[in-house]
């Protein structure tokens, strides 16, 4: 089973950083796409940021300049560094990994900014 494990959420003041990690097994992060998505309440999942194995990045139009990721393929883990963050940037906050049909996800973390 492969998985996916998140640190890094907490509570921070607007305009504070955060940065989430996620580590993934060996066998998925060297063949996926791996990506954050966050999930607000009472608000649909939604797409933030990825990054293909050849370190090729997009984001969503909210978080462009703000936010980046980025992986380290020795250590298998992708992080997620958030920078400005905005009180509309609370969710919980999810690593994923994509690959064709296959998705695998994280169990999730929290990250709640202060105004």
């Known amino acids: 089973q492969e998985q996916l494990v998140e640190s890094g959420g907490g509570l921070v003041q607007a305009g504070g950083s955060l940065r989430l990690s996620c580590a993934a097994s060996?066998?998925?992060?060297?063949?996926?796409?791996m990506g954050w998505y966050r999930q607000a309440p009472g608000k649909q999942r939604e797409w933030v940021a990825s990054?293909?194995?050849?370190?090729?990045?997009n984001y969503a139009d909210s978080v462009k300049g703000r936010f980046t990721i980025s992986r380290d393929n020795v250590k298998n883990t992708v992080y997620l560094q958030m920078n400005s963050l905005k009180p509309e940037d609370t969710a919980v906050y999810y690593c994923?990994?994509?690959?064709?049909?296959?998705?695998?996800w994280g169990q999730g973390t929290q990250v709640t900014v202060s105004s």
């Open positions: 060996g066998s998925i992060f060297s063949i996926y796409i």
């Open positions: 994923n990994a994509e690959r064709g049909i296959n998705v695998y």
């Open positions: 990054c293909t194995t050849s370190g090729i990045t």
